[in-house]
């Protein structure tokens, strides 16, 4: 995958993954995503984003699910980061709604960049 934030620490957790292909698949689905949104994640951010991706693609094989959580509680996350999330989620399969909530908080935080 020819791509610019693929840098040398992406690529170390990529390597590292439990499932490297259906991480990269991912991590590819969701640079298209943020790209389209005009997210502009940070080097650092974008690790952390890459780990948690590798732990969502780890849980979708698996099975295994994370807590409920409130809602509520992402009240002050913004529709587009939800949408890139939910659609994250989807394309994985096999998680629970928690999941979108979880991992938007990392798209919103790379919107704040702008």
């Known amino acids: 995958m020819d791509e610019p934030w693929l ?9 590292e993954a439990h499932h490297q292909a259906e991480t990269a698949d991912a991590l ?3 640079f298209k995503l943020m790209r389209q949104a ?11 984003l890459i780990n948690h991706v590798s ?6 094989i698996t099975g295994e699910q994370l807590p409920a959580v409130e809602p ?5 996350v ?10 994250l989620v989807n394309h994985l399969g096999n998680l629970s709604d928690s ?15 702008s």
Do not use: C, W
Not at 7 to 15: A, G, N, P, S, W
Not at 99 to 113: C, D, G, P, R, W
């Open 7 to 15: 840098t040398e620490d992406v690529q170390k957790v990529l390597r």
């Open 28 to 30: 590819a689905y969701v």
């Open 38 to 48: 005009e997210i502009e994640p940070t080097e650092l951010q974008l690790v952390i």
């Open 55 to 60: 732990e969502m693609v780890d849980r979708s």
């Open 72 to 76: 509520e509680m992402f009240a002050g």
């Open 78 to 87: 913004s529709p587009v980061a939800l949408n890139i999330a939910g659609q």
């Open 99 to 113: 999941e979108k909530y979880v991992v938007s908080i990392h798209f919103e935080t790379a919107l704040q960049n």
